[in-house]
């Protein structure tokens, strides 16, 4: 059964520290790859998404992902974070058919 | 821009009671779907859609019923509730011809006492 890994269920960071959270699926074939973020109180918005050309894409306010296919990775990155990136952060597959796999999420603390 | 709309946001039912939420979606899509979320578990899949009239099983469906009467309408019940049903539960839509990306609602937080 396909599934979705995110190594860190709780991060806690200063302000201006780098992020990276890591993200892996299992799934032999073609995916479409997410990164959605649930700020407190509200609704997964999408924070950014790949699903083909360059394996590098950059999403909203400052984040990026990089998707290594022979890693089956797609982490989440951004250089500096704020104390506004508090939030929960899911990783996500589509494999081309009609659900999306989600992880178990990433709480972000950052403390200011 | 509605987007998706998810009603009501908030419910408290006790043990046994009924009830159902519902989800309405203005962008005309086909897919739509009906996920839980609890701590630590991420998004679980109930129920989904792919077009008017059409339900299917996701990975969690047991206790739930779900309908698809019209397009835009994607109702999820809940025939005789229980505890184990307290969570999250959001609501999404999706264009099928895009590359899969889900448009969300709000939520809504039911308790089951």
């Known amino acids: 059964a396909q599934s979705v890994s995110q190594h860190n269920h709780h991060v806690i960071l200063s302000e201006a520290a780098s992020l990276e959270l890591g993200c892996n699926y299992s799934?032999?074939?073609?995916?479409?790859l997410f990164w959605y973020v649930q700020y407190p109180g509200q609704h997964l918005q999408l924070l950014l998404k790949?699903?083909?050309?360059?394996?590098l894409v950059k999403g909203i306010k400052g984040f990026e992902a990089e998707f290594i296919k022979s890693k089956f990775s797609f982490n989440l990155r951004k250089p500096s974070v704020q104390w506004s990136d508090t939030a929960e952060y899911f990783c996500?597959?589509?494999?081309?058919?009609?659900?999306?796999?989600f992880g178990a999420g990433t709480r972000l603390f950052v403390k200011a | 821009n509605a987007g998706v709309t998810q009603t009501p946001k908030f419910r408290v039912l006790k043990t046994g009671q009924s009830m159902t939420l519902l989800c309405a979606q203005d962008?005309?899509?086909?897919?739509m779907y009906w996920y839980r979320q609890d701590p630590g578990m991420g998004l679980r899949l109930i129920h989904y859609?792919?077009?008017?009239?059409?339900?299917a099983k996701g990975e969690v469906p047991d206790g739930y019923n779900v309908s698809r009467l019209k397009k835009q309408n994607f109702l999820l019940g809940l025939e005789s509730a229980a505890p184990s049903q307290t969570s999250v539960y959001f609501c999404?839509?999706?264009?099928?011809?895009?590359?899969?990306?889900?448009?969300f609602g709000e939520g809504s937080r039911l308790t089951v006492l």
């Open positions: 999404a839509s999706r264009d099928p011809r895009g590359p899969g990306e889900l448009f």
């Open positions: 799934y032999g074939g073609t995916v479409n």
């Open positions: 790949y699903f083909s050309g360059d394996p």
């Open positions: 996500a597959v589509s494999t081309g058919g009609f659900k999306t796999i």
């Open positions: 962008m005309n899509h086909e897919y």
């Open positions: 859609s792919v077009g008017e009239g059409t339900t």
